[in-house]
């Protein structure tokens, strides 16, 4: 990665351009750095924003925030380091923020603590009894409903670190860090949010079969 | 079995352990590892892992709008021209657009406010000063009875100051100098009270305003809080005394409308000897003025060597 601050704008129009590099440029005072960052996340980040929030037009209002945020402390932001992390951490607080401010979808307590020993659970369990079976598919829309109804329903820690893990592939160790949080509780974290979205699963797919028959 | 209970929901170790490898491996290499291995439990567990996972893709999500970037991109700027906005108001430039009428009106406005203002202001100040100076009243008052109780039922007198009987007519002092509230001190030294609650908050006009005045004993009766009934034991600063001090004595009102200093004379707070506090806008009570003693009509007859008064008269001095 270069920490070159004089880019020239013809450099910036090159297609291989690092998001630091974008950031660097930001900085420098080149106006057409700063959109191009933002289209560049545009899919991704949105989608990872409604998948947490539950709304796109929460998703809409809270990735603008995002970029505002970036756009107030680009000049503290340090090129050296990586840009995606930061940019993500800064979309989880403010999404956090929002979901607080808008208190208004019901979670599984995050107080409850997770079991032990005896009611240790396996995922072939839950995989071997949700898998449809023969005339018994479920259309996608269906299936679709019942995901965001269980994604929705997990505590807001829990469903923003399965996120991070699953959808933005960030690593233990980036997840620790955008936490802030040790190693240890990332993994604890996210074994229990696996847990909770499989035991979940489950039993709306019993509750589903249930309806059905 | 999976729980059917929300509190004991745990994955089994090896079921952590075989996410922790898949998130370790990146979840894309991790599926395609899993799927190219043999139908070991491992394999088997990651498999069930990523099938579990997978499910989560099917959360409905919307492409978002083309429009989102230009929104984002008019938002900061939005943003950014009303920190502008708010960072030209700090500056000198602001006044070059300022029209003098707009001067004026403010001046007009701030002229009115101030006139309306200030009075009201000074009052409230004043209010709560009176209510602070009763407040160290109360403490004085409470400090007081506490004293008695611990000196079967005596008064504060300091030896340092001759006893409350011998020093002012013995030596023949003049109430120039001679600190009758001293004796107050004697609260604070033996912790009965704090130095600062001693004093009224309310006079800033010089050294010897603010002090409390202290009741004169009466000849050859004990100097004893039980002994006062409900009659004034301690007030603001004795006007009389006060201008005497600092040679102000031509100035001096008609001693009968003649009230505290330490109120700019619109009144004073008195403790009585029941720890009550009352604000008097006139020093009289029952004909007898607090801050003379018995027989003196003005603050000129004042005598110089002032000492116990009479019995049932009641004078306050500092």
Redesign the interface.
């Known amino acids: 990665m270069r920490n070159d601050t004089t880019m020239s704008k013809v450099e910036l129009e090159g297609a291989e351009i690092s998001d630091e590099q974008l950031m660097i440029a930001h900085q420098a005072g080149d106006e057409r750095a700063?959109?191009m960052l933002?289209?560049r996340y545009?899919?991704n980040l949105?989608?990872y924003l409604?998948?947490f929030l539950g709304s796109?037009a929460a998703?809409?209002d809270v990735?603008?925030e995002t970029?505002?945020q970036i756009?107030?402390s680009a000049a503290t932001f340090d090129v050296t380091r990586t840009l995606r992390p930061w940019l993500y951490t800064i979309a989880s607080n403010k999404a956090r923020d929002w979901y607080r401010h808008h208190k208004r979808r019901a979670t599984?307590?995050l107080d409850?603590?997770?079991?032990?020993g005896e009611?240790?659970?396996?995922?072939?369990?839950?995989?071997?009894?949700t898998s449809n079976q023969p005339g018994e598919s479920l259309s996608?829309r269906e299936?679709?409903?019942?995901?965001?109804k269980v994604?929705d329903a997990l505590p807001e820690l829990h469903r923003e670190i399965?996120l991070m893990?699953?959808?933005q592939?960030f690593?233990?160790q980036h997840i620790s860090e955008m936490l802030s949080i040790p190693l240890g509780t990332v993994?604890s974290r996210?074994?229990?949010a696996?847990?909770?979205?499989?035991?979940t699963?489950?039993?709306t797919t019993h509750e589903t079969s249930k309806d059905h028959s | 079995?999976?729980?059917?209970?929300?509190?004991?929901?745990?994955?089994?170790?090896?079921?952590?352990r075989?996410?922790?490898a898949l998130?370790?491996a990146?979840?894309?290499e991790g599926v395609d590892r899993a799927q190219n291995r043999d139908e070991s439990a491992e394999s088997?567990?990651q498999n069930?892992?990523l099938?579990?996972?997978r499910?989560?893709e099917?959360?409905?999500?919307?492409?978002?709008?083309s429009l989102?970037?230009d929104?984002?991109?008019a938002?900061?700027a939005r943003?950014e021209r009303a920190r502008r906005d708010r960072l030209e108001l700090h500056t000198p430039g602001w006044n070059k657009r300022t029209q003098w009428a707009d001067f004026g009106a403010v001046a007009a406005v701030a002229l009115i406010a101030t006139g309306v203002g200030w009075p009201i202001a000074q009052r409230m100040r004043a209010a709560a000063l009176e209510q602070n100076c009763a407040n160290n009243l109360r403490t004085v008052g409470s400090s007081i009875a506490a004293y008695a109780v611990d000196h079967r039922g005596n008064l504060p007198a300091t030896a340092s100051l001759g006893g409350l009987f011998e020093t002012p007519a013995a030596s023949k002092m003049d109430w120039s100098n001679y600190e009758h509230s001293g004796h107050l001190l004697l609260l604070e030294r033996n912790g009965y009270a704090k130095h600062d609650s001693l004093h009224c908050p309310a006079c800033t006009s010089g050294p010897a305003c603010g002090t409390f005045s202290f009741r004169v004993p009466s000849v050859n009766t004990p100097f004893r809080l039980q002994l006062m009934g409900r009659t004034p034991l301690v007030a603001d600063a004795n006007p009389m005394i006060h201008m005497r001090r600092v040679g102000n004595k031509a100035e001096l009102a008609p001693p009968t409308s003649q009230c505290s200093m330490n109120h700019q004379q619109r009144g004073q707070n008195v403790l009585f000897a029941d720890v009550s506090i009352v604000w008097m806008v006139t020093p009289v009570i029952n004909g007898d003025n607090i801050y003379l003693p018995d027989g003196v009509k003005d603050s000129e007859s004042l005598p110089l060597s002032p000492q116990a008064t009479a019995v049932n008269d009641i004078f306050l001095a500092q």
């Open positions: 700063f959109p933002v289209e545009r899919s949105h989608r409604q998948r796109a998703a809409d990735f603008q970029f505002l756009h107030l599984i307590s409850k603590p997770i079991g032990h009611n240790e659970f396996t995922l072939l369990d839950v995989v071997s009894s996608a299936e679709s409903a019942r995901v965001k994604v399965l893990a699953y959808f592939r690593s233990y993994k996210l074994h229990s696996v847990a909770l979205f499989a035991d699963w489950a039993q | 079995m999976i729980p059917r209970n929300e509190d004991d929901k745990i994955l089994s170790e090896e079921d952590c075989a996410i922790d998130l370790e990146g979840l894309v088997k567990r069930a892992a099938m579990l996972l499910k989560l099917a959360y409905p999500v919307e492409e978002p709008d989102l970037v929104a984002t991109m938002r900061i943003e």
